[in-house]
């Protein structure tokens, strides 16, 4: 199971800030803004049983960190929106992603990761709540999308959650790696 720990270690917020200073910089323009550093782990020995997944991972440029036992760990951010909604985007080395989870337990996932594009529709007799839109090229594009497809479930009578705590955001990702796992 992955682990998430948030990160409070002020060299490694710098590396996050430094590898992701574009990409902030978008989101933020967005109407984003930093809200905490997460730090993603498998499990032990993951570095070494996934080596491929780190090789793949270091080409995408993602800040990686091996904590005790030679876990495979990447950092990003998390970043939270302060425009009327309570969204969530997190930056990784394959791109951008946008949560909104709303009080039903339906979870909408907007992306910029092209390995999304294979996810819809789910499989047959699936009983999951976690929708996704189709990728796209630009983080701007996918947070349009997002925003609409948010509008249109909230015209459905859903009501958005506001996320205000790492415990949450990491909740956020669980639903979304069960979902995953479900899939495949």
Known sequence: MTRYEEILDAELQARVNARYRVELAAIEALGFRRFVYVLESL???????????????????????????????????????????ASIANCMGLGTKFYSSFTDGTLLISSTLSSHADLDPLPFGSQSKVLRNRPYTTAEEAWDSHRERCAELETQGKTIRKINSFSEAVEVSRIEEADLRSRF
């Open 43 to 85: 499990g032990p020995l993951s570095a070494v049983v996934q080596f491929p997944l780190v090789i793949m991972m270091r080409n995408a440029k993602e800040v990686l960190s091996l904590p005790f036992p030679l876990r495979l760990a990447t950092a990003y951010p998390i970043l939270i929106s302060h425009r009327g909604t």
